[in-house]
């Protein structure tokens, strides 16, 4: 059965990193809403510049936006034998949507929390930078690249995230208490999403991914970290 691999987890928790690496290893694609929404963004029209502001803001994007985008993601040809959703579902109503699209597939979906302490997020946050050309991400505190601010594997320019500054990394956190705590209550209480502790070394999280992704859902908390 064609797999959905939905990485979850609070703003800076290490979704992207590890939602890359998962897309390199399985070759199914990385749908980063973020990311979407960013290219939209750029559209000089007005979806675009309600877009922009609402990620500049750190607040969510609506509902209706996001069903449209993952409608229209999820349908290309490259997902057909599953993919990777990085930065979705955040709300109820998002997740309801996915258990509709997953069975319309006929895709299974495996839940993967990567757990990350508030502390360290905003260091995360504040000191993340990411290739403009591969995607590539760095942090100039834990991960910099070997020449300061160009991408190691395409020599593309490091640039910092117009939302990764003190003032939207505060709202982000916020928004993802209010609407999207709620949402991890309920799949804690379903049973079905495996935790993970976030504040391993990048390699130790991505093989404890690896490894629950292989032996299925019996193993609801590995490694995991108090919140
Ligand atoms: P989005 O782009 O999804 O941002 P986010 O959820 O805030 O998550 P981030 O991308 O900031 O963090 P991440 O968990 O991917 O961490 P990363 O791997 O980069 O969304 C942006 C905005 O778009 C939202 O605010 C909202 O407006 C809108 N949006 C998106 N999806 C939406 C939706 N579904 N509904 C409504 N609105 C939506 O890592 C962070 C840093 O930590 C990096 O520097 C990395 O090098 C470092 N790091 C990672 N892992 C480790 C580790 N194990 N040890 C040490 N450092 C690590």
Redesign the pocket.
């Known amino acids: 059965m064609q797999k959905i691999i939905v990485m979850l987890?609070a703003?800076?928790?290490?979704?992207?990193?590890q939602s890359r690496r998962l897309s390199e290893r399985f070759g199914y694609p990385q749908i980063?809403?973020?990311?979407i929404?960013r290219e939209m963004a750029k559209a000089p029209t007005a979806l675009g510049q309600e877009i922009k502001t609402?990620?500049s803001a750190?607040?969510?994007?609506s509902d209706d936006v996001?069903a449209e985008v993952i409608r229209a993601r999820t349908s290309q040809p490259d997902s057909k034998n599953g993919y990777i959703l990085?930065?979705?579902?955040?709300t109820l109503s998002?997740a309801k949507l996915l258990d509709h699209l997953a069975r319309e597939q006929g895709n299974d979906i495996i839940l993967v929390r990567v757990v990350t302490s508030h502390d360290a997020l905003m260091k995360?946050?504040t000191?993340?930078r990411t290739c403009a050309t591969c995607g590539e991400?760095?942090?100039i505190y834990?991960?910099p690249p070997k020449v300061d601010a160009i991408c190691d594997r395409d020599g593309g320019p490091t640039l910092q995230r117009s939302?990764d500054n003190a003032e939207s990394v505060e709202a982000?956190l916020k928004?993802y208490e209010e609407s999207t705590a709620p949402l991890i209550a309920h799949y804690t209480k379903s049973g079905r999403m495996i935790e993970i502790d976030?504040e391993?070394?990048?390699d130790e999280?991505f093989e404890t991914i690896l490894k629950v992704i292989e032996r299925g859902r019996d193993n609801k908390k590995i490694g995991r970290t108090e919140d």
Not at 32 to 35: A, E, F
């Open positions: 987890g703003p800076g928790a290490g979704k992207g990193t980063s809403t973020g990311d929404l609402v990620q750190g607040k969510l994007v996001l990085d930065g979705f579902p955040r998002q995360r946050l000191g993340r991400i760095y942090n834990s991960r939302d982000r928004a976030g391993r070394p990048v999280v």
